[in-house]
């Protein structure tokens, strides 16, 4: 965000003092249209990280009706972040979030690859090294194709550490 900031400022630093040399009208309009098009790129983060949380708070809300209590939501270290931690009877529960609308990559099940559950694996150690005791515990998935809360894939025991 930092980098884009600075490369905002330069664009409209550099479009000032081109509006002083009338000559140069097409680079100008090759500035405008770059600074609009961040600008959209920016809105479209924002909104599809507004999406994502929807999506974490559906999926908490469907594992509670299920009968697992909120430990804690986003738990981040430098390793990575897990979405939920829950806790189903004994077993802590590590649940990982998807929201995916195409599946031309394979899908929300799909994105959670082999490097990803590397970190979460990593990031559950350094949770559990937290505690006093440590319990058993699981990684799921809740998937969503949409954003509906009637119709998500749960996949207990996604993966194993």
């Known amino acids: 965000m930092h980098q884009v900031r600075q490369s905002?400022?330069?664009?409209l630093t550099r479009m000032i003092c081109l509006q002083a040399n009338p000559s140069i009208k097409p680079?100008?309009?090759r500035f405008y249209?770059?600074?609009?098009?961040?600008c959209h790129l920016m809105q479209k983060s924002v909104s599809l990280s507004t999406r994502g949380v929807q999506a974490e708070r559906l999926a908490e809300q469907f594992l509670q009706r299920h009968g697992l209590k909120l430990l804690q939501r986003n738990y981040s270290c430098r390793y990575g972040e897990i979405?939920?931690?829950?806790?189903?009877?004994?077993?802590v529960v590590f649940a990982e979030v998807r929201l995916r609308s195409r599946g031309d990559f394979g899908g929300a099940a799909a994105s959670i690859n082999a490097?990803?559950?590397?970190?979460l694996i990593h990031t559950a150690q350094h949770y559990l090294a937290t505690l006093s005791?440590?319990?058993?515990?699981?990684?799921?998935?809740v998937?969503?194709?949409?954003l509906d809360s009637a119709r998500p894939e749960w996949i207990k025991n996604a993966f194993t550490a």
């Open 8 to 11: 905002l400022f330069g664009f």
């Open 83 to 91: 979405d939920l931690i829950l806790q189903d009877g004994d077993t």
């Open 115 to 119: 490097a990803k559950q590397a970190r």
């Open 27 to 29: 680079e100008m309009e």
């Open 143 to 146: 998937l969503f194709d949409t």
């Open 33 to 38: 249209a770059l600074v609009v098009n961040i």
């Open 133 to 141: 005791r440590t319990p058993p515990c699981r990684f799921d998935a």
